[in-house]
């Protein structure tokens, strides 16, 4: 599910200055920008939640999107499971800071997160 063809593959940087590749969805969504990031598999379950911060000004930036309606979701396939991880900031001018992410639980939003990332995986668990 990670890199399906609504994903694509795009070139930040770290917080090293470092040249990672994730895969990228944007979509919107009831006034909300969904940026939508999966890590490669060999990648530790770590590694947004150490870079999110410069993967959030550079993804806020690369796409021209305002802070107060900006999402960050990191998509994570365990073990076949799909978990899906809201990054919040505090947001000072351009600059995301504070970084926190909590795993999105809830069904109903769950849902409707998958169905902008992924429609035929919802229809397929629905039938």
């Not at 609504?6 to 200055?17: H, I, K």
């Not at 939508?36 to 999110?52: C, D, E, I, L």
């Not at 959030?56 to 799909?82: H, I, N, P, S, W």
Request: glycine fraction near 6%.
């Amino acid at each position: 599910m990670l890199m399906n063809p609504l994903f694509v593959d795009t070139s930040l940087n770290n917080r090293l200055g470092q040249e990672v590749r994730l895969g990228v969805c944007h979509s919107q969504y009831q006034g909300r920008d969904y940026v939508f990031v999966a890590a490669p598999t060999q990648q530790a379950s770590s590694f947004v939640g150490k870079n999110a911060e410069p993967f959030a000004f550079q993804l806020r930036e690369k796409f021209a999107l305002d802070a107060r309606r900006f999402e960050l979701v990191e998509v994570r396939d365990v073990d076949g499971a799909t978990h899906l991880l809201r990054w919040r900031f505090e947001w000072v001018g351009n600059s995301p800071l504070s970084a926190r992410s909590e795993e999105i639980n809830s069904p109903g939003l769950r849902a409707t997160l998958l169905q902008l990332i992924d429609p035929a995986q919802v229809v397929a668990a629905t039938a």
